[in-house]
């Protein structure tokens, strides 16, 4: 059974500083990889997602996130912080098949002026 | 309107009560989806439906009931919930099923609607 682990629910930087989430899967085979964020009293929407290709994906907002099949792992960045991007994240996998959308249980992250 | 819309946003039900969950979905979509987000757990996937058939229903318990008379729009019926029930009710839509579970396309989502279970 596929399965996300997202390191720390609760992610702190201050304004400017470098956000790393982390997410790492477990899959059988070469996954689909997605990151959505969740802003208060929002649904989900996407950030970026990986398929195949270039293993460096970039997103919405300055966000981007780097597949890295050896560790299994799918983290998300961005250089500097803005205020605006405090809010919940979330990863999710799905293998090739037909089978949904695997989230993790989401990373919140605040953001401290 | 455009996107996904969920009413009402906020609901408070005794366990005795009957409600129901609305969700329409302006984009010409025709897979939707219901998911249950708790504090501290994954989404967790509750119904799939697909050209208005139901397509999967994960072990939800017979107290939710969901209702896609077309496309464009999704119901969940809600009878003697229990406090656990308590959540965001998150309804989502995809262009297509199979282009979902491929990765192909994304999935859209509602704002979610509160339910409070006293």
């Known amino acids: 059974a596929q399965s996300v682990t997202q390191l720390g629910s609760h992610v702190s930087v201050s304004e400017g500083a470098l956000v790393l989430l982390r997410c790492n899967y477990s899959?059988?085979?070469?996954?689909?990889l997605f990151w959505y964020v969740q802003y208060p009293n929002q649904g989900l929407q996407l950030l970026l997602k990986y398929t195949t290709g270039a293993t460096l994906v970039k997103g919405i907002n300055g966000f981007e996130a780097e597949f890295k099949k050896s560790e299994t792992s799918f983290h998300l960045t961005k250089p500097s912080a803005h205020m605006s991007d405090a809010a919940e994240y979330f990863c999710?996998?799905?293998?090739?098949?037909?089978?949904?959308?695997?989230f993790g249980k989401g990373t919140r992250l605040s953001v401290i002026a | 309107e455009t996107g996904v819309t969920q009413t009402p946003r906020h609901l408070v039900m005794g366990m005795t009560n009957k409600k129901s969950l609305k969700c329409e979905q302006h984009?010409?979509?025709?897979?939707m989806y219901w998911y249950k987000q708790s504090a501290k757990k994954p989404l967790e996937l509750m119904f799939v439906?697909?050209?208005?058939?139901?397509?999967e229903n994960n072990s939800v318990p017979s107290r939710f009931s969901p209702e896609c008379p077309n496309s464009s729009h999704l119901f969940l019926h809600l009878h003697t919930l229990q406090p656990e029930d308590s959540a965001l009710y998150l309804c989502?839509?995809?262009?297509?099923?199979?282009?979902?579970?491929?990765?192909?396309?994304?999935?859209?989502f509602g704002a979610g609607s509160r339910l409070t279970v006293l």
């Open positions: 989502a839509s995809s262009q297509d099923l199979g282009g979902t579970y491929s990765g192909a396309n994304v999935l859209t």
């Open positions: 899959s059988s085979v070469p996954p689909y």
């Open positions: 439906y697909s050209l208005e058939e139901r397509v």
């Open positions: 984009l010409g979509h025709n897979a």
């Open positions: 999710a996998v799905n293998p090739s098949g037909n089978t949904p959308l695997v």
